[in-house]
């Protein structure tokens, strides 16, 4: 499993395409912010979820087997007891990172995904550690209350 920084920073320099399993369109929900703050800061997003046409102006896909490019992250914003079917889709169309959201704790489902080859990361959001990573945790409503003349990391790559 992922759980240290400079592996968590590294998956999320190298990684550019997040395929969102469980987005909503519903602009209030976690998955719909998180989506759009790394929308915003350069990343592709893909919207997996069999309601929707589209999310975020980008199609919607009904299950990660439907996508026609390669994904880097697999985000999952689903129960805990969903995971399993995900990691295996995961693995099958080759994506690198299985992520699993804050309180999504499927330890099986990451193992699977590590014997395949996949990174594992579990109970944390990519937006957050986004943010607390690369600067951007000022971005709508959270207020490091650091100010500096440093730029910041996420800017120059």
């Known amino acids: 499993m992922v759980d240290d920084i ?39 997003v893909i919207p997996v979820n069999p309601k929707y046409d589209a999310i975020l102006g980008q199609k919607c896909y009904k299950s990660l087997r439907d996508i026609p490019v390669k994904v880097d992250i697999v985000d999952c914003f689903r129960k805990t007891q969903d995971i399993m079917p995900i990691a295996e889709d995961a693995i099958a169309i080759g994506a690198k990172v299985l ?10 489902a990451a193992k699977k995904a590590e014997a395949a080859g996949l990174e594992a990361v579990m109970d944390r ?27 910041p990391q996420w800017l120059s790559y």
Not at 11 to 24: H, N, P, W
Not at 26 to 39: Q, V
Not at 101 to 108: A, D, F, H, R, Y
Not at 127 to 150: D, M, P, Q
């Open 125 to 151: 959001c990519v937006k957050i550690e986004h943010g607390r990573l690369f600067g951007g945790l000022n971005w709508c409503g959270v207020n490091t209350s650091v100010i500096s003349a440093k730029r």
């Open 99 to 108: 992520w699993q959201q804050l309180g999504v704790l499927n330890v099986e």
């Open 6 to 44: 400079p592996g968590l920073r590294r998956i999320l320099k190298t990684s550019k395409v997040i395929a969102v399993v469980g987005l909503s369109g519903d602009w209030f929900r976690p998955s719909y912010f998180a989506a759009k703050y790394m929308i915003e800061h350069g990343y592709t």
